[in-house]
């Protein structure tokens, strides 16, 4: 399988490279930043810009000889309520995260073939809002319905196109990273990495236009039982047949 990986110098984006590498693909990446890790051929291009943007993808797919998947692990995230964001701000993260995936999107399709299928990667936080995440919240939501208009309007070409949504991601063995999170922990890259490497295989044949979250069922999850310290309790001690809608329940 060749592989184009756009993002590649990001931690998600080296881990998936090592897996797909491990796994017998070949991947050319491209990136901002020249360290890509074990890619087959580092293309160093501003993704923001689409005319760079094109060069890139075809710099990227020349030397694979072709394209059967590509990986679009593209962002850039500042913090900040909308009312705190200057354009100046706002620009930098949309350029960065929309932008550059819709940039580098739009010369992959155009040279995909049949059987060929793109991956995004995006986040829970295009779809559960925190305080002070306005402008890579909205670029991410963005990165989401581009993928899924681009998985309907490609499918007849037999080009699927679908989405990872990543929580928290933390490699340490012993994160402190955890409230929230049915699982107990957050993620790690190589837990990302792997439905990356299932979404850009033949395996998922199947699969278009998904958004898969990959965040130990943080997106499953009702606020309400970490809101209410009693249900918390309840729940880490296993309790069973709660109602999370009973106005009798007392803290």
């Given at each position: 399988?060749?592989?184009?990986?756009?993002?590649?110098?990001?931690?998600?984006?080296?881990?998936?490279?090592?897996?797909?590498?491990?796994?017998?693909?070949?991947?050319?990446?491209?990136?901002?930043?020249?360290?890509?890790?074990?890619?087959?051929?580092?293309?160093?291009?501003?993704?923001?810009?689409?005319?760079?943007?094109?060069?890139?993808?075809?710099?990227?797919v020349a030397a694979l000889g072709g394209?059967?998947?590509?990986?679009?692990?593209?962002?850039?995230?500042?913090?900040?309520?909308?009312?705190?964001?200057?354009?100046?701000?706002?620009?930098?993260?949309?350029?960065?995260?929309?932008?550059?995936?819709?940039?580098?999107?739009r010369r992959l399709v155009a040279v995909?073939?049949?059987?060929?299928?793109?991956?995004?990667?995006?986040?829970?936080?295009?779809?559960?809002?925190?305080?002070g995440n306005a402008a890579y919240a909205?670029?991410?939501?963005?990165?989401?319905?581009?993928?899924?208009?681009?998985?309907?309007?490609?499918?007849?070409?037999?080009?699927?196109?679908?989405?990872?949504?990543?929580?928290?991601?933390?490699?340490?063995?012993?994160?402190?990273?955890?409230?929230?999170?049915?699982?107990?922990?957050?993620?790690?890259?190589?837990?990302?990495?792997?439905?990356?490497?299932?979404?850009?295989?033949?395996?998922?044949?199947?699969?278009?236009?998904?958004?898969?979250?990959?965040?130990?069922?943080?997106?499953?999850?009702?606020?309400?039982?970490?809101?209410?310290?009693?249900?918390?309790?309840?729940?880490?001690?296993?309790?069973?047949?709660?109602?999370?809608?009973?106005?009798?329940?007392?803290?």
């Amino acid at each position: 399988m060749r592989v184009v990986l756009a993002g590649a110098a990001s931690a998600v984006g080296q881990a998936v490279t090592a897996l797909l590498v491990a796994r017998g693909a070949r991947v050319a990446g491209i990136d901002l930043h020249p360290g890509q890790g074990q890619v087959e051929r580092a293309v160093v291009a501003d993704l923001r810009d689409a005319v760079t943007a094109g060069r890139a993808v075809d710099e990227a797919v020349a030397a694979l000889g072709g394209v059967d998947a590509a990986v679009l692990g593209l962002a850039v995230q500042r913090g900040g309520r909308l009312d705190e964001t200057t354009q100046e701000t706002w620009e930098q993260v949309m350029g960065g995260t929309l932008d550059a995936t819709a940039h580098t999107l739009r010369r992959l399709v155009a040279v995909m073939g049949s059987g060929s299928s793109v991956v995004a990667i995006s986040s829970v936080n295009a779809s559960l809002a925190h305080p002070g995440n306005a402008a890579y919240a909205a670029a991410k939501g963005a990165v989401n319905a581009l993928l899924r208009q681009a998985a309907v309007e490609y499918a007849p070409r037999g080009i699927r196109l679908n989405v990872v949504a990543p929580g928290l991601i933390d490699d340490r063995s012993a994160s402190p990273l955890t409230a929230g999170y049915p699982m107990g922990r957050v993620v790690t890259t190589r837990e990302v990495a792997e439905v990356v490497a299932f979404l850009a295989s033949p395996a998922s044949s199947g699969v278009t236009g998904a958004v898969i979250p990959v965040d130990a069922g943080l997106s499953a999850t009702s606020p309400v039982a970490f809101a209410r310290e009693s249900m918390y309790r309840a729940w880490q001690a296993g309790a069973s047949g709660m109602s999370l809608g009973r106005s009798d329940q007392a803290d």
